[in-house]
């Protein structure tokens, strides 16, 4: 590893984990002064939720923790996709009677549907049997009107009187510039900590997808606005390199433990892309552990470090939620050995050259219709597949040209594929992975077109 990173073994031992590991994880108990160098705390035997001890207020939070992006949909009568709800409750249902009781929401999410669907499973329970994380997602109207009515809105979407977890949405894009123009300048950070101070924000942190250096400056204004949590993106697979974020995983834990802040784990499969890995890739996970499915060791590394409150999953399916409370019921941290495998298994993945979509759906709608995120998961899915053929020469081109084709028309509608694109670039900016979107599409548009002129 190059010397400016942060080695693993060292972060983990800086972190607690070696102690958690060699030792057991004690009973609940709260951060040493001064920064999280013991684990927040856990509890659970063999069957049972792992929790983590929130060191500002107590709460007890599951490590599993629910993602509210990827609710089942179904097409209403006029052919609208909407969220499944009879589905969402029973997966809710199931969640919070197997221990999980932290779920993460937000107005943007699943085109503005998110919010009302999590609000209307929740409420058939006891308001004390979970944590609700909602955001303020002014990404694009930031006025002090528009702010304070998506505000208030979540409260009645979510049929609630407080919040526990409130998070300003994705800092980072556009720097500190763009977060005193979203939340200083028109007072809304004033309000925000009055509102809890007033107790209908028990907890107040934000969201993050930005470089370092902006991680560093926002963490400069925790003195002025202490910031309970704060939510990063954590996997294997960037743990040290951040990709187009450039933002290391690493660093940003390691300066949240520095703080005391609990962090708040995003993105731990990267939308699914360290679950459906290349069938090499998952050879190898199954080698090493038959029993343990590709996704648990991801969620395994996301829950390892001590600072460390909840790991957030977009369960679509009940399999998927059944998988991750099997992974952490409780959770076995992992040890330096699984540590050094997990980092063998990040190289060979870098060498398979996917784009970092994580099928979050920011960039949608297209104003041309183009169904971006099913494009380039489309492309990934056929990289990890070998399904790439790189010129006419290749043996298995005709294969694999073939495979692409079909396969591409069955997945994405032909007026919602990528030749539609004009690179108008309004998709680009709301990308939390910083991703060239029309350049990736285009790039997709000429191979297409390119395999069905047989001109490669």
């Known amino acids: ?76 009568e006029n052919g609208k996709d909407v969220i499944d709800q009879e589905t969402t409750n029973r997966l809710v249902d199931h969640a919070l009677e197997n221990g999980v009781n932290y779920f993460d929401t937000a107005p943007v999410y699943l085109q503005g549907q998110s919010e009302t669907a999590t609000g209307i499973a929740l409420k058939r329970h006891p308001r004390e049997s979970y944590f609700i994380a909602t955001k303020l997602s002014n990404f694009s109207n930031f006025t002090r009107e528009n702010s304070l009515e998506m505000y208030r809105k979540s409260f009645e979407n979510l049929q609630v009187d407080y919040i526990d977890y409130y998070l300003l949405h994705s800092l980072g894009g556009g720097g500190m510039a763009q977060f005193n123009r979203r939340y200083v300048d028109n007072g809304i950070m004033d309000f925000l900590m009055e509102e809890r101070k007033a107790g209908r924000i028990r907890n107040l942190g934000f969201s993050f997808h930005g470089d370092n250096a902006v991680f560093d400056e926002l963490l400069k204004l925790h003195e002025k606005y202490h910031w309970d949590f704060v939510q990063i993106q954590l996997n294997y697979l960037d743990w040290n390199n951040g990709g187009n974020t450039k933002a290391n995983a690493a660093y940003l ?101 996917t784009v970092p979509c994580n099928d979050c759906k920011y960039c949608m709608p297209c104003p041309y219709g183009i169904d971006i995120p099913a494009i380039l998961l489309h492309y990934n899915k056929c990289v990890n597949a070998g399904e790439i053929a790189k010129s006419i020469e290749d043996e298995g081109y005709k294969k694999a040209r073939r495979a692409y084709l079909v396969s591409y028309d069955r997945a994405v509608p032909k007026l919602r594929q990528a030749a539609r694109c004009i690179g108008c670039n309004q998709c680009s900016e709301h990308c939390p992975q910083r991703i060239n979107i029309p350049r990736e599409i285009q790039r997709i548009d000429k191979y297409v077109e390119n395999l069905r002129k047989d001109t490669l």
């Open 1 to 76: 590893m190059k010397k400016n990173n942060i080695d693993r073994r060292e972060f983990f031992k800086t972190a607690g984990i070696a102690a958690a590991v060699m030792g057991g994880i004690g009973a609940a108990a709260g951060c040493k002064e001064g920064g999280s160098s013991t684990p927040l705390g856990t509890t659970g035997e063999d069957g049972d939720m792992t929790y983590r001890t929130n060191p500002g207020n107590g709460d007890k939070v599951s490590i599993l923790g629910y993602g509210c992006m990827r609710w089942p949909m179904i097409k209403d």
């Open 253 to 353: 834990q390691q300066e949240l433990d520095r703080l005391g802040i609990p962090s708040v784990i995003m993105e731990p499969l990267l939308g699914g892309r360290l679950s459906k890995v290349p069938q090499y890739v998952a050879d190898q996970f199954k080698e090493r552990s038959p029993q343990s499915s590709v996704a648990s060791w991801a969620f395994r590394f996301a829950g390892t470090p001590a600072g460390v409150l909840t790991v957030l999953s977009g369960m679509t399916y009940m399999e998927h939620l059944q998988d991750n409370l099997s992974t952490y019921s409780p959770l076995k941290p992992l040890d330096k050995d699984e540590m050094d495998f997990l980092e063998y298994i990040a190289d060979l993945m870098k060498k398979y050259p």
